[in-house]
């Protein structure tokens, strides 16, 4: 717990430095990318994003990547590799220069990933803005790693592939995910230090799935949709439960038509510090 | 000047093969797998990626128009030809595959353009079309089609456009066919030439990436590139011999009709007595490299020796640590009483001011902590401001001394309340655990709550000084030092808070009055608060039938 939290406490560091790294005098390059889906079955997606506004979502019929990308070239380099089916895609650092001023402008990186073939996605970010619509995509495993960002994750379509873990590791954010059922996983991990979290239960529901959440310090909002039987657990310290529409039984907190639904979610919260709010989606 | 003539031939000799290379614009597209634009205010390039597994590059960066690596000519930023290429670029930016081929395809170099810009131009034309444009001949690999040329066929296309697929030596060839005639000329690519004994070839002989034998008679020159040249005994050569980046063996040349010219790339130049200095400077340095490595190797020893020597003086180091360890745990457990019997006073009297704290710090640590790191910001300006006003008043100097002194006393109470408070917190946290051998904690008791909260806090100094003692384990010892001053910063600083929230502990429904951080989020349902707790007392699980509170307010 104290570990999460020094984490925490480090990425917000971080972030705090980061954001005097700001461009003057910027270099920007713009680089745009696509590719044809050849005959991949199954491809790696590792993206890397230190900064600026990010975006995802499906890409046109018979590509397998569009990317466009705004940086400056001064401080981030694109980063492009498609080999053997597995794809790097992102920005890094060069380490060179460390420019100070006023007129910040945030590079951009916009994603669009095919509809036609399963993914393995692993997206990892910085100080990012992201706003990620991962609906129609065939996502195999979801991998998702923030640092001080502020990340919005709707899947607004449901996954045709059954996914086997979804993990989400958040650093000092403002965390949302919508529609998680969407997802078609039984296993969700989100492990956040320090940030306000969301976490929309909506979509369609396929089969039972158990979330675990390890929070160190902030908020925790859980919206669950109505006829969903939710089962919530926690082990907290320091931490308040607004457990509107929960009854408690044991240990638990459970909806009121936990035993009749046709799917169940069980979701554990490991907390300090902080709060957990329970509200329904209409 | 050495590079504007270099140049100029390289363009000279696109005009010449650009000038017969028919259009390759009408044959099967071809595909296109991937595509990258880089666009940027010295850049502007693309990346293909084909099908077949070819490449193809073009930029027009920092002054260069570069095809697939190599430089062909120049540009200035915003000039003619940098416009119509990023016009370019900016029109295909969201296509892929067909209408990206088609696009890059019917791009026609603009007629505005002139001299230099327009054989760049023309050139950037052929080359999409033939890189789009499905045939034998693959754009980027370097292993061309064997062919011969002969200049006297009309049909030149497909040799030419074999040629232009070696755009890495065409450069050399401007620069190398520039006094040759190439009226009657045969052109061999990829294909060794012997022209034996018997055999005579009139006009000039080229030789490209492959070896020539000469046994018979060249009525005119001969040119090799990339490859190697042998004029055996008997054969012979009436013009010059232009060797680019290839070898000669073979008869004295001297002995032969005209001269033998040798150019060498640019690359394969090699100085030797530049490679001696390098190789005299590679000494240098290494030798400078071992000779710092060995004094910073003296150094750190003679500073360990001094290091032990000056230990050994002040006594063994193990024996000081457990020394100091022990000291350090006395210390912990003096301080323990002492907050102990604080804890003992503050439950004594002011029970309910401790309670009310307590209470405010565990509905809202973070509302608290927050609270608390303002008032402890604003606890100098407020102490200055006050003796300020004091003085200001002048009546109010007699207040002054109580306030200097009072002040910083209360301060120090608040801050003391409050972190017995969240001590309290903790103790029944540590309670409610049912940790074996603490089973005598009652969190009803709230003096056992106190100090067990205390102990907790304490736990980690404790461990730091216990860890301290023992050999290698100091990182650990510093992980629970970090531990514990979180610890107390936060629980002093929630504890503060709390006590600012409920005015020492004398308004404890704060959460009731116009909350700005969202009292009503905040506030419990009484209802439903109510409801819960029964519901914990009973062991029937709820069922379809059964009334929630947010039911039965209904």
Redesign the interface.
Request: aromatic share 8%.
């Given at each position: 717990m104290?570990r999460r939290?020094?984490t925490g406490i480090s990425v917000a560091l971080v972030m705090v430095l980061g954001v005097a790294v700001v461009a003057q005098g910027q270099?920007?390059?713009?680089?745009?990318?696509?590719?044809?889906v050849?005959n991949e079955q199954n491809v790696d997606v590792n993206v890397r994003y230190a900064a600026g506004r990010f975006s995802i979502g499906p890409a046109?019929p018979?590509?397998l990547y569009?990317m466009?990308i705004e940086y400056d070239?001064g401080v981030f380099e694109?980063l492009?590799e498609?080999r053997g089916s597995s794809l790097r895609i992102g920005t890094r650092g060069v380490g060179r220069h460390v420019r100070l001023g006023r007129d910040h402008e945030v590079g951009e990186m916009q994603l669009a990933l095919s509809r036609d073939v399963a993914m393995d996605l692993k997206l990892e970010f910085g100080a990012v803005r992201a706003d990620i619509d991962l609906g129609g995509i065939l996502m195999t495993r979801l991998e998702i790693e923030t640092g001080a960002s502020q990340t919005l994750i709707d899947i607004s379509e449901p996954n045709r592939e059954s996914m086997t873990q979804a993990s989400m590791e958040v650093g000092a954010a403002d965390f949302t995910v919508r529609n998680i059922g969407n997802l078609n996983t039984p296993v969700i991990e989100v492990d956040a230090g320090v940030g306000d979290i969301e976490l929309g239960f909506g979509g369609d529901w396929k089969q039972n799935a158990r979330i675990s959440v390890d929070m160190g310090?902030?908020?925790l909002v859980l919206r669950f949709p109505r006829g969903l039987g939710v089962e919530l657990l926690k082990d907290t310290?320091?931490?308040?439960l607004?457990?509107?529409?929960l009854?408690?039984?044991g240990d638990g907190y459970?909806s009121?038509?936990y035993?009749?639904a046709d799917y169940r979610v069980t979701v554990d919260v490991d907390a300090a510090?902080?709060?957990i709010?329970v509200a329904w989606l209409e | 000047m050495r590079d504007y003539l270099s140049r100029a031939r390289q363009v000279a000799g696109w005009a010449l093969l650009i000038a017969v290379l028919p259009s390759a614009g009408s044959g099967q597209a071809r595909?296109?797998?991937?595509?990258?634009?880089?666009?940027?205010?010295t850049?502007a390039a693309l990346f293909l990626?084909f099908a077949d597994g070819g490449t193809l590059e073009i930029a027009l960066r920092d002054d260069a128009v570069v095809i697939d690596g190599e430089a062909q000519g120049g540009f200035s930023q915003g000039d003619a030809l940098d416009t119509a290429w990023r016009s370019l670029l900016g029109d295909i930016?969201s296509l892929?595959?067909g209408p990206l081929g088609e696009a890059l395809r019917s791009w026609e170099a603009p007629s505005a353009l002139q001299d230099e810009g327009l054989i760049l131009a023309q050139l950037l034309d052929h080359t999409l079309e033939d890189a789009l444009t499905a045939a034998d001949a693959s754009v980027s690999t370097n292993a061309g089609p064997a062919l011969v040329i002969d200049a006297t066929v009309p049909d030149l296309r497909r040799s030419l456009e074999a040629l232009l697929s070696r755009r890495d030596l065409l450069g050399r060839l401007g620069e190398v066919l520039e006094a040759v005639d190439m009226a009657t000329s045969r052109i061999h690519i990829g294909e060794d030439v012997v022209v034996s004994s018997n055999e005579s070839v009139e006009g000039t002989m080229v030789v490209i990436d492959a070896d020539a034998r000469i046994e018979g008679l060249v009525e005119g020159d001969v040119v090799v590139v990339g490859g190697s040249l042998e004029v055996v005994r008997g054969g012979q050569v009436t013009g010059e011999i232009r060797l680019v980046d290839s070898s000669y063996e073979g008869v004295d040349p001297s002995t032969l009709g005209g001269r033998l010219i040798r150019i060498e790339s640019d690359d394969q130049a090699v100085d030797p007595s530049a490679e001696v200095e390098n190789l005299e400077n590679l000494a240098d340095r290494i030798r400078r490299e071992i000779r710092d490595e060995l004094r910073d190797e003296l150094r750190t020893e003679l500073q360990e020796e001094f290091q032990d020597a000056g230990e050994s003086s002040r006594g063994y180091r193990p024996l000081r640590a457990i020394g100091n360890g022990i000291g350090e745990v006395v210390g912990s457990v003096i301080t323990f009483l002492l907050l102990s019997l604080l804890a003992l006073g503050a439950v004594y009297f002011a029970k309910d001011n401790l309670e009310a704290v307590a209470d405010a710090?565990?509905?809202?640590?973070?509302r608290a902590?927050m609270v608390g790191l303002a008032g402890t910001f604003l606890v100098l300006p407020t102490w200055v401001l006050g003796c300020v006003a004091l003085v200001a008043s002048v009546v109010g100097l007699i207040a002054l001394p109580f306030w200097l002194v009072l002040f910083p006393v209360a301060v120090a109470l608040g801050a003391g309340l409050g972190y017995l408070a969240v001590a309290k917190?903790v103790g029944e946290?540590v309670a409610s655990r049912n940790i074996n051998g603490l089973e005598w904690l009652r969190p009803t008791n709230t003096l056992y709550a106190i100090t067990a909260g205390i102990g907790t806090l304490l736990a980690f100094w404790v461990s730091a000084s216990v860890l301290g003692m023992v050999p290698f384990f100091g990182f650990f010892s510093g992980l629970f030092v970090?531990?514990g001053i979180?610890a107390t910063v936060?629980a002093v600083l929630?504890g503060f808070g709390a006590v600012l929230l409920t005015r020492g502990g004398r308004q404890p429904d704060f959460y009731g009055n116009d909350d700005p951080f969202g009292g009503g989020?905040?506030a419990?349902?009484r209802a439903?608060e109510e409801?819960?707790d029964a519901?914990?007392f009973s062991d029937t699980?709820?069922?379809?039938g059964?009334k929630?509170g947010?039911e039965n307010d209904v």
């Open positions: 104290y939290l020094s270099d920007r390059r713009t680089v745009t990318m696509s590719r044809q050849d046109a018979g590509v569009h466009q070239q694109a492009v498609y310090l902030g908020s310290f320091l931490t308040s607004d457990s509107e529409g009854v408690k039984r459970y009121l038509d035993e009749e510090f902080g709060s709010r | 595909p296109v797998v991937s595509n990258q634009l880089a666009i940027s205010q850049e990626e930016i892929s595959d710090a565990q509905r809202n640590p973070m902590g917190n946290w970090t531990l979180v936060a929630i989020r905040w419990p349902d439903a409801f819960r519901e914990e699980p709820a069922g379809p059964t929630t947010d």
